[in-house]
């Protein structure tokens, strides 16, 4: 017999089970009276301003209108990204293109997200009036805006909604009361004094207590009011004329919604970050925080979204404080260590899926907010590929819990299939390409976590002397484990999902197989839940003791027994979340340290969370870091920068490799700082070395290379067959790869390089000697045909053995191709691979290698013997000259004097490149491109491929869908 609900006739206990599954709680404990239920609001907005006023207080807020360019981690190399955008892609109309300053040469944003850069740029741009005029229109506003509405409520003047829910009823003020004007008059010049006395500190050291002793500076403190009050007057002003004007006119045809206004509200904010202009660091760091600092409210936004009752909005805004300030993870993405390591992106997007979760709770069962859902899905995808899952993985969860009535089955699966369409839709410019070219991604090899009860309950094993289970893991799942059965006995749909999404990502953890894709990454998403079910939990006990102790009091005294005691459990329980966080951090208020302890009250604590000192170095930035005992620090480093602008304006510009010393570059900001070369060259001097080490095909041989050519290499991806310092044979590699510089640093390094007949010392600067590399150039003639290897996926670690293996043997390896024209000489990878076990002998022997590190060391042994040699005929050979070679962002051009022989093009193969005058370019090892010239000019182009087209237009069709499907809907109900 089928379950029926609804169905009178069921068996009363069958009745009892499905209406369990069926309907939605109550909710257990709510005020009658209207004046407790705005106690509660009060309530709720000052826990929630603690929380985030703990929050910006511990991430340092005077760092951050400080113009300097952030470092740290991979954060100072995240510099390079947003400019490149800004002065390359962005006037040539794209969002992705090719850069030629990292890995000579690769698809910049094919790979990595480029919205967080996009944000960046918006943020850095604006109308150049000045910081304190910006700073005065924005506080003045405010001022004026507040003292109208206060003197208009008290005389009566302002718009009066006489029935809410009948906007038509509502009228237009006549008249304004000059006191009104008075009002106005009175609050801007009080404002504009208050600000003028703060400029009479400029240069002096205040002690402000909880941040420590600050120097003011005016400029800095006007570019912190300006950056806040001008967005925030625009914010008001819109709404308030959405709300009191717009919707008041009797002719209006389109009256907004509530979400509708505060979409505007929202949209006139950001332009007020838009006019307000920034100088680049100051622009980069205000994004960095931002995600941090947006978590606690899309938190806060998605319990209220939830349908949460108070006060669990408050507690999931304080929940975040437990991940962001969590010490057991530095790099995975979402808390402050890893988003101080460079994980920026990360947290912005996590914020942008945690308002998304809200929007779908809301939504899903109500068919409402597909658009908004659909927008917000999109944009956490863009913002960081990560968060996306998230959201995906929270979506399933809401989809399948109960209730399970037929017709919400459909409701929800129709919700659902519509904000992916659209998602999809918007997302298809950069998520189909991405997918499209997957097999070019870079494998670092990381290894799979394999300790899973220690990741996932008792947080007892890291990788680092500074991580520790901090706040304890075990305590918030339990804690977890109760709040997911109350949510379940008491139907609340959003806690019972988020539980069930913590569910997923740890057996997601535990499942997911070694690959591109770190099963560690999904552990942030996994704690973010514990913590917002463990907090939800304890809301929601406190609502079911309520509801059992409130028959214990008269009515009349139930609706303040509620709220006090409510109120109570929730700051409590903040209190503490911030006693906890806040000893590591020691940034709680009239705390004091003693003898390396933080004292504050009856807590103290000899911890310290290193997130927050990880802050204040990386936003001091590279015009602040001191010199070590070893030398090093701001000076040297700008010294080196210089030095490389003067060898790329004397001897030409080209691709660098620098020697890795991780002290010597630490004491820069980070060991990732000659990256920026190219930031600070104009892109003269690239760096071989880049940040996205994925998005590169060419990056293993980087490795290799830096293994060569470096006394203390990174050796970063694994199971690479690295050799030691050895410079003679590094320098055949850096011609190989086209590299035109080697730059230098410690004094074995040195000498070998001054030994070697390939290298050039140019320049002797102290701390760095800079070689140029000799017969180092761009694209030359072949003297033999490249060897086609059939059957080759591209995508396999196949091509990675057989291109590092023929990369081992330097200047004389034969050339392999992934394919090419019928005339250049043939072999399967099949007889390869015979023919290779065959020639194995015992004596070939690699101990401590992996094998795929032994496979290379006999291919490159062996591969000369196996493979078909064929050479160009020599007359043809030495008449061919390659000349007139220009390199441009997008393109690189050149003469032959002989058509039909075969040119390399030391430049990373992408199949987005054309060539005109020429066949090809087909891949070569290691990663390069070979043409074969049709024609004595040459021109290889950089192009948009037909599926960029292809996704770009769908993209386009989901945008004019999204103005669209509201304007066809607003034009329905009007007609």
Same mark, same amino acid.
């Given at each position: 017999?089928?379950?029926?609900?609804?169905?009178?006739? !069921?068996?009363?206990?069958?009745?009892?089970?499905?209406?369990?599954?069926?309907?939605?709680?109550?909710?257990?404990?709510?005020?009658?009276?209207?004046?407790?239920?705005?106690?509660q609001t009060i309530a709720t907005a000052v826990l929630v301003a603690v929380v985030l006023w703990f929050l910006v207080a511990s991430l340092r807020p005077w760092l951050w209108f400080l113009d300097t360019t952030p470092t740290?981690?991979?954060?100072?190399?995240?510099?390079? %990204?947003?400019?490149?955008?800004?002065?390359?892609?962005?006037?040539?109309?794209?969002?992705?293109?090719?850069?030629?300053?990292?890995?000579?040469?690769?698809?910049?944003?094919?790979?990595?997200?480029?919205?967080?850069?996009?944000?960046?740029?918006?943020?850095?741009?604006?109308?150049?009036?000045?910081?304190?005029?910006?700073?005065?229109?924005?506080?003045?506003?405010?001022?004026?805006?507040?003292?109208?509405?206060?003197?208009?409520?008290?005389?009566?003047?302002?718009?009066?909604?006489?029935?809410?829910?009948?906007?038509?009823?509502?009228?237009?003020?006549?008249?304004?009361?000059?006191?009104?004007?008075?009002?106005?008059?009175?609050?801007?010049?009080?404002?504009?004094?208050?600000?003028?006395?703060?400029?009479?500190?400029? *240069?002096?050291?205040?002690?402000?207590?909880?941040?420590?002793?600050?120097?003011?500076?005016?400029?800095?403190?006007?570019?912190?009011?300006?950056?806040?009050?001008?967005?925030?007057?625009?914010?008001?002003?819109?709404?308030?004329?959405?709300?009191?004007?717009?919707?008041?006119?009797?002719?209006?045809?389109?009256?907004? +919604?509530?979400?509708?206004?505060?979409?505007?509200?929202?949209?006139?904010?950001?332009?007020?970050?838009?006019?307000?202009?920034?100088?680049?660091?100051?622009?980069?760091?205000?994004?960095?925080?931002?995600?941090?600092?947006?978590?606690?409210?899309?938190?806060?936004?998605?319990?209220?979204?939830?349908?949460?009752?108070?006060?669990?909005?408050?507690?999931?805004?304080?929940?975040?404080?437990?991940?962001?300030?969590? =010490?057991?993870?530095?790099?995975?993405?979402?808390?402050?260590?890893?988003?101080?390591?460079?994980?920026? %992106?990360?947290?912005?997007?996590?914020?942008?899926?945690?308002?998304?979760? *809200?929007?779908?709770?809301?939504?899903?069962?109500? @068919?409402?907010?597909?658009?908004?859902?659909?927008? #917000?899905?999109?944009?956490?995808?863009?913002?960081?590929?990560?968060?996306?899952?998230?959201?995906?993985?929270?979506?399933?969860?809401?989809?399948?819990?109960?209730?399970?009535? =037929? /017709?919400?089955?459909?409701?929800?699966?129709?919700?659902?299939?519509?904000?992916?369409?659209?998602?999809?839709?918007?997302?298809?410019?950069?998520?189909?390409?991405?997918?499209?070219?997957? *097999?070019?991604?870079?494998?670092?090899?990381?290894?799979?976590?394999?300790?899973?009860?220690?990741?996932?309950?008792?947080?007892?094993?890291?990788?680092?002397?500074? #991580?520790?289970?901090?706040?304890?893991?075990?305590?918030?799942?339990?804690?977890?484990?109760? *709040?997911?059965?109350?949510?379940?006995?008491?139907?609340?749909?959003?806690?019972?999902?988020?539980?069930?999404?913590?569910?997923?990502?740890?057996?997601?953890?535990?499942?997911?197989?070694?690959? =591109?894709?770190?099963?560690?990454?999904?552990?942030?998403?996994?704690?973010?839940?514990?913590?917002?079910?463990?907090?939800?939990?304890?809301?929601?006990?406190? @609502?079911?003791?309520?509801?059992?102790?409130?028959?214990?009091?008269?009515?009349?005294?139930?609706?303040?027994?509620?709220?006090?005691?409510?109120?109570?459990?929730?700051?409590?329980?903040?209190?503490?979340?911030?006693?906890?966080?806040?000893?590591?951090?020691?940034?709680?208020?009239?705390?004091?340290?003693?003898?390396?302890?933080?004292?504050?009250?009856?807590?103290?604590?000899?911890?310290?969370?290193?997130?927050?000192?990880?802050?204040?170095?990386?936003?001091?930035?590279?015009?602040?870091?001191?010199?070590? +005992?070893?030398?090093?620090?701001?000076?040297?480093?700008?010294?080196?920068?210089?030095?490389?602008?003067?060898?790329?304006?004397?001897?030409?510009?080209?691709?660098?490799?620098?020697?890795y010393n991780k002290d010597r570059l630490a004491s820069y900001g980070t060991p990732m700082a000659p990256m920026l070369l190219p930031y600070y060259s104009d892109g003269c001097i690239g760096s071989l070395e880049g940040l996205?080490?994925?998005?590169?095909?060419?990056?293993?041989?980087?490795?290799?290379?830096?293994?060569?050519?470096?006394?203390?290499?990174?050796?970063?991806?694994?199971?690479?067959?690295?050799?030691?310092?050895?410079?003679?044979?590094?320098?055949?590699?850096?011609? !190989?790869?086209?590299?035109?510089?080697?730059?230098?640093?410690?004094?074995?390094?040195?000498?070998?390089?001054?030994?070697?007949?390939?290298?050039?010392?140019?320049?002797?600067?102290?701390?760095?000697?800079?070689?140029?590399?000799?017969?180092?150039?761009?694209?030359?003639?072949?003297?033999?045909?490249?060897?086609?290897?059939?059957?080759?996926?591209?995508?396999?670690?196949?091509?990675?053995? #057989?291109?590092?293996?023929?990369?081992?043997?330097?200047?004389? %390896?034969?050339?392999?191709?992934?394919?090419?024209?019928?005339?250049?000489?043939?072999?399967?990878?099949?007889?390869?691979?015979?023919?290779?076990?065959?020639?194995?002998?015992?004596?070939?022997?690699?101990?401590?290698?992996?094998?795929?590190?032994?496979?290379?060391?006999?291919?490159?042994?062996?591969?000369?013997?196996?493979?078909?040699?064929?050479?160009? /005929?020599?007359?043809?050979?030495?008449?061919? @000259?390659?000349?007139?070679?220009?390199?441009? @962002?997008?393109?690189?051009?050149?003469?032959?004097?002989?058509?039909?022989?075969?040119?390399?093009?030391?430049?990373?193969?992408?199949? /987005?490149?054309?060539?005109?005058?020429?066949?090809?370019?087909?891949?070569?090892?290691?990663?390069?491109?070979?043409?074969?010239?049709?024609?004595?000019?040459?021109?290889?182009?950089?192009?948009?491929?037909?599926?960029?087209?292809?996704?770009?237009?769908?993209?386009?069709?989901?945008?004019?869908?999204?103005?669209?499907?509201?304007?066809?809907?607003?034009?329905?109900?009007?007609?």
């Amino acid at each position: 017999m089928k379950f029926d609900p609804m169905n009178d006739e !069921q068996p009363s206990k069958a009745r009892r089970v499905a209406a369990f599954f069926t309907t939605p709680a109550k909710p257990l404990v709510t005020p009658s009276s209207t004046k407790f239920s705005r106690v509660q609001t009060i309530a709720t907005a000052v826990l929630v301003a603690v929380v985030l006023w703990f929050l910006v207080a511990s991430l340092r807020p005077w760092l951050w209108f400080l113009d300097t360019t952030p470092t740290g981690g991979d954060l100072g190399a995240h510099v390079w %990204a947003p400019a490149y955008l800004r002065d390359v892609l962005l006037p040539e109309f794209r969002l992705t293109g090719w850069t030629h300053d990292w890995y000579v040469g690769f698809p910049a944003f094919t790979f990595y997200m480029v919205l967080p850069s996009l944000y960046v740029i918006i943020a850095e741009a604006g109308i150049n009036l000045g910081e304190e005029i910006w700073a005065h229109l924005g506080v003045l506003t405010l001022a004026g805006f507040a003292g109208w509405r206060y003197l208009a409520t008290r005389h009566n003047e302002t718009i009066d909604p006489t029935s809410p829910s009948d906007k038509s009823s509502l009228t237009i003020p006549q008249r304004l009361n000059p006191v009104l004007w008075l009002g106005v008059a009175a609050c801007t010049v009080a404002a504009l004094c208050l600000l003028q006395i703060l400029n009479l500190f400029d *240069g002096r050291t205040v002690p402000t207590g909880l941040f420590g002793d600050v120097t003011y500076n005016d400029v800095t403190f006007d570019r912190a009011v300006a950056i806040v009050a001008v967005p925030a007057a625009l914010f008001v002003l819109a709404w308030h004329f959405l709300d009191r004007f717009w919707i008041s006119r009797p002719s209006a045809r389109f009256i907004p +919604s509530g979400a509708t206004r505060l979409a505007i509200a929202v949209t006139a904010a950001v332009l007020g970050v838009l006019v307000v202009p920034l100088p680049y660091g100051i622009a980069l760091k205000l994004i960095v925080v931002a995600g941090m600092v947006a978590l606690p409210f899309a938190a806060f936004a998605m319990a209220r979204m939830g349908g949460l009752a108070f006060p669990a909005p408050a507690l999931a805004a304080a929940a975040t404080l437990l991940f962001l300030f969590d =010490r057991s993870f530095n790099i995975y993405g979402g808390n402050l260590l890893s988003t101080m390591a460079g994980e920026f %992106a990360y947290s912005l997007g996590l914020a942008i899926s945690v308002v998304y979760i *809200g929007v779908a709770a809301k939504g899903m069962d109500s @068919q409402r907010h597909w658009l908004a859902a659909g927008v #917000l899905l999109a944009l956490s995808g863009l913002t960081h590929l990560f968060s996306a899952f998230f959201a995906l993985a929270a979506t399933f969860a809401l989809f399948v819990i109960p209730p399970w009535r =037929r /017709n919400i089955w459909r409701m929800r699966l129709k919700w659902t299939l519509y904000t992916g369409a659209l998602a999809a839709a918007l997302s298809a410019w950069w998520v189909v390409p991405f997918w499209w070219n997957r *097999g070019l991604l870079n494998d670092m090899g990381w290894g799979k976590e394999e300790r899973y009860v220690s990741a996932l309950w008792s947080r007892i094993h890291f990788d680092y002397d500074f #991580l520790v289970d901090n706040p304890p893991l075990k305590l918030f799942v339990v804690l977890a484990a109760i *709040g997911a059965v109350t949510a379940i006995v008491r139907r609340q749909r959003l806690t019972t999902a988020l539980a069930l999404t913590c569910g997923i990502f740890a057996i997601a953890f535990v499942l997911l197989p070694e690959g =591109r894709l770190w099963n560690v990454r999904l552990l942030p998403f996994y704690y973010l839940c514990i913590y917002l079910v463990a907090l939800l939990g304890i809301a929601s006990l406190g @609502q079911v003791v309520l509801s059992k102790a409130r028959k214990l009091v008269p009515s009349r005294k139930q609706p303040r027994l509620i709220t006090v005691s409510l109120t109570s459990i929730a700051s409590v329980a903040i209190l503490a979340i911030l006693v906890m966080t806040g000893l590591p951090l020691r940034s709680l208020p009239w705390g004091s340290v003693d003898d390396g302890t933080y004292q504050w009250g009856p807590f103290n604590s000899s911890e310290i969370n290193v997130g927050s000192y990880w802050l204040e170095y990386d936003f001091e930035g590279y015009e602040r870091k001191n010199p070590t +005992s070893g030398g090093g620090g701001t000076s040297e480093y700008m010294a080196l920068i210089e030095t490389m602008e003067e060898v790329g304006a004397t001897y030409g510009c080209g691709p660098s490799l620098w020697e890795y010393n991780k002290d010597r570059l630490a004491s820069y900001g980070t060991p990732m700082a000659p990256m920026l070369l190219p930031y600070y060259s104009d892109g003269c001097i690239g760096s071989l070395e880049g940040l996205y080490f994925e998005a590169s095909a060419t990056a293993p041989y980087h490795f290799l290379m830096q293994s060569e050519l470096s006394e203390g290499p990174s050796r970063a991806q694994r199971d690479l067959p690295y050799g030691a310092l050895n410079v003679d044979f590094g320098a055949e590699h850096l011609r !190989q790869m086209g590299v035109r510089y080697y730059i230098a640093t410690t004094e074995a390094a040195r000498e070998q390089a001054r030994a070697s007949n390939k290298l050039i010392e140019l320049v002797d600067s102290g701390a760095w000697v800079v070689f140029g590399v000799s017969e180092s150039v761009r694209v030359e003639a072949l003297r033999e045909l490249p060897i086609v290897v059939t059957d080759l996926d591209v995508a396999d670690v196949d091509w990675l053995e #057989l291109s590092v293996g023929a990369f081992l043997m330097g200047e004389t %390896a034969p050339i392999l191709a992934t394919e090419g024209p019928e005339k250049w000489p043939r072999m399967s990878l099949e007889t390869l691979t015979d023919e290779l076990a065959s020639a194995r002998v015992d004596d070939l022997n690699y101990p401590g290698r992996s094998d795929r590190e032994r496979a290379m060391y006999v291919l490159s042994e062996q591969l000369d013997n196996l493979v078909p040699r064929v050479a160009i /005929n020599s007359d043809a050979t030495s008449d061919a @000259q390659v000349s007139n070679i220009v390199r441009d @962002q997008h393109s690189l051009r050149f003469d032959v004097d002989t058509v039909g022989v075969p040119v390399v093009v030391r430049t990373s193969y992408f199949p /987005n490149w054309k060539a005109d005058g020429a066949d090809g370019p087909y891949r070569v090892t290691p990663n390069l491109m070979v043409v074969v010239p049709t024609s004595n000019h040459v021109e290889l182009t950089y192009t948009r491929s037909p599926i960029q087209w292809a996704s770009s237009t769908v993209s386009l069709i989901g945008l004019l869908a999204l103005v669209a499907i509201p304007l066809r809907r607003h034009l329905r109900q009007d007609g």
